[in-house]
């Protein structure tokens, strides 16, 4: 039996273009980084970027509107925000057609805000006609992050911390207060062991601001380490409006220990839930000898908010007196991690936002396409 095979052919609607690779155009301008993102428009237009240009102070990018017919460009002159710092315009171009639409980005937009830098994107939305003001896109940039935090540390005071581990804790608490002084964040202590003091509550803190003063007279108490009940005092009296804590501000509970407790009549299992449940986020900071075993590790793991990967730290005895920095703390799991380089987690979680004084960059991405942008 023969096959044929029929086929059938048909014409469809496309756009196509031709390339001329023997009278070739060349545009020229001594702009930096131009050429890096072009664009054809309709006509014999096109639209070149050039990021790296420096067009005025702390500006940076720039468009170009080239012209086939005369072979010459001339720049688009646009009304750049004064606080979109070297945004880098015209790293991303894109075109739409029925309307004409070009939508130019700047994706490296410098925001300082205290010791953080936030890169975020500006796009500018233009019509047909270049030379009229284009949309912003966002119309505004975002300002600092503001949201308030209130920060309660618990730190084990027990006879199974030895005096200089105790005295590391006072210096390792009073430099991280020190970094969020004239901010919207707010500090208390308790100290624990089988006893509980509370050294300054929330109230204390906004009264009297100075980590010298409220953290130095600490002494320890030593005993049996309680450190489960230590936890529902703190969310039950700390985190109360009678000692100051605020009802919309970001729960945050240090508990700094080396790991196992002693003689608490009280389990995990009996106050984690409620902690949870009234949205305290809990980070433990692991001292001395609190990764040296199994079952220290795995109370760590099971007081810290979860992922537990995410929650639990080591600090060693040799790094905590020296100024915190971005080698101070190990993060730390069943596999103790390497060094951690930016601190993400724990010193994000202690202003709300970000990374409050480990200097680190959080970046803000996008994508421009021919109906808009997408932002990630």
């Given at each position: 039996?023969?096959?044929?095979?029929?086929?059938?052919?048909?014409?469809?609607?496309?756009?196509?273009?031709?390339?001329?690779?023997?009278?070739?155009?060349?545009?020229?301008?001594?702009?930096?980084?131009?050429?890096?993102?072009?664009?054809?428009?309709?006509?014999?237009?096109?639209?070149?970027?050039?990021?790296?240009?420096?067009?005025?102070?702390?500006?940076?990018?720039?468009?170009?509107?080239?012209?086939?017919?005369?072979?010459?460009?001339?720049?688009?002159?646009?009304?750049?925000?004064?606080?979109?710092?070297?945004?880098?315009?015209?790293?991303?171009?894109?075109?739409?057609?029925?309307?004409?639409?070009?939508?130019?980005?700047?994706?490296?937009?410098?925001?300082?805000?205290?010791?953080?830098?936030?890169?975020?994107?500006?796009?500018?939305?233009?019509?047909?006609?270049?030379?009229?003001?284009?949309?912003?896109?966002?119309?505004?940039?975002?300002?600092?992050?503001?949201?308030?935090?209130?920060?309660?540390?618990?730190?084990?005071?027990?006879?199974?911390?030895?005096?200089?581990?105790?005295?590391?804790?006072?210096?390792?608490?009073?430099?991280?207060?020190?970094?969020?002084?004239?901010?919207?964040?707010?500090?208390?202590?308790?100290?624990?062991?089988?006893?509980?003091?509370?050294?300054?509550?929330?109230?204390?803190?906004?009264?009297?601001?100075?980590?010298?003063?409220?953290?130095?007279?600490?002494?320890?108490?030593?005993?049996?380490?309680?450190?489960?009940?230590?936890?529902?005092?703190?969310?039950?009296?700390?985190?109360?409006?009678?000692?100051?804590?605020?009802?919309?501000?970001?729960?945050?509970?240090?508990?700094?220990?080396?790991?196992?407790?002693?003689?608490?009549?009280?389990?995990?299992?009996?106050?984690?839930?409620?902690?949870?449940?009234?949205?305290?986020?809990?980070?433990?900071?692991?001292?001395?000898?609190?990764?040296?075993?199994?079952?220290?590790?795995?109370?760590?793991?099971?007081?810290?908010?979860?992922?537990?990967?995410?929650?639990?730290?080591?600090?060693?005895?040799?790094?905590?007196?020296?100024?915190?920095?971005?080698?101070?703390?190990?993060?730390?799991?069943?596999?103790?991690?390497?060094?951690?380089?930016?601190?993400?987690?724990?010193?994000?979680?202690?202003?709300?936002?970000?990374?409050?004084?480990?200097?680190?960059?959080?970046?803000?991405?996008?994508?421009?396409?021919?109906?808009g942008w997408i932002q990630t």
């Amino acid at each position: 039996m023969t096959h044929r095979i029929l086929l059938l052919t048909a014409l469809a609607l496309s756009h196509g273009f031709n390339l001329d690779t023997e009278n070739a155009v060349v545009f020229q301008e001594n702009a930096n980084g131009f050429g890096q993102s072009v664009v054809q428009l309709e006509g014999s237009r096109l639209v070149v970027g050039a990021p790296q240009e420096v067009r005025a102070a702390n500006q940076t990018g720039g468009l170009y509107q080239c012209d086939y017919s005369t072979g010459t460009c001339e720049p688009i002159r646009l009304q750049v925000p004064p606080e979109a710092v070297n945004m880098s315009l015209g790293l991303s171009l894109t075109f739409a057609t029925n309307p004409s639409r070009l939508l130019a980005c700047g994706p490296t937009v410098h925001q300082i805000c205290k010791e953080n830098t936030y890169v975020n994107g500006l796009c500018f939305l233009f019509g047909s006609n270049l030379h009229q003001q284009p949309q912003r896109v966002p119309e505004t940039l975002r300002g600092c992050p503001q949201q308030e935090s209130d920060i309660a540390f618990l730190i084990d005071g027990s006879g199974s911390i030895n005096r200089l581990d105790f005295q590391r804790m006072k210096e390792f608490v009073s430099t991280v207060m020190g970094q969020f002084q004239k901010s919207k964040t707010l500090f208390a202590l308790m100290q624990y062991s089988e006893d509980f003091y509370t050294h300054f509550t929330f109230n204390d803190f906004k009264r009297n601001p100075s980590p010298e003063l409220l953290v130095r007279p600490i002494r320890q108490l030593l005993g049996r380490t309680h450190t489960a009940t230590g936890i529902r005092k703190v969310v039950r009296e700390l985190f109360h409006s009678k000692s100051g804590a605020r009802e919309n501000a970001l729960k945050i509970l240090v508990v700094i220990t080396d790991g196992e407790k002693f003689g608490d009549p009280l389990g995990y299992e009996d106050v984690i839930p409620e902690a949870d449940r009234k949205g305290v986020i809990r980070y433990v900071i692991g001292v001395g000898d609190a990764f040296n075993s199994w079952k220290s590790r795995e109370e760590l793991n099971t007081i810290a908010s979860k992922p537990s990967g995410d929650h639990v730290f080591q600090v060693h005895r040799q790094e905590v007196p020296a100024p915190l920095s971005m080698r101070c703390l190990r993060k730390a799991s069943v596999q103790p991690s390497p060094l951690m380089v930016p601190c993400w987690a724990l010193w994000g979680a202690l202003t709300g936002l970000a990374e409050p004084f480990c200097i680190c960059q959080r970046t803000e991405s996008f994508s421009s396409t021919p109906l808009g942008w997408i932002q990630t």
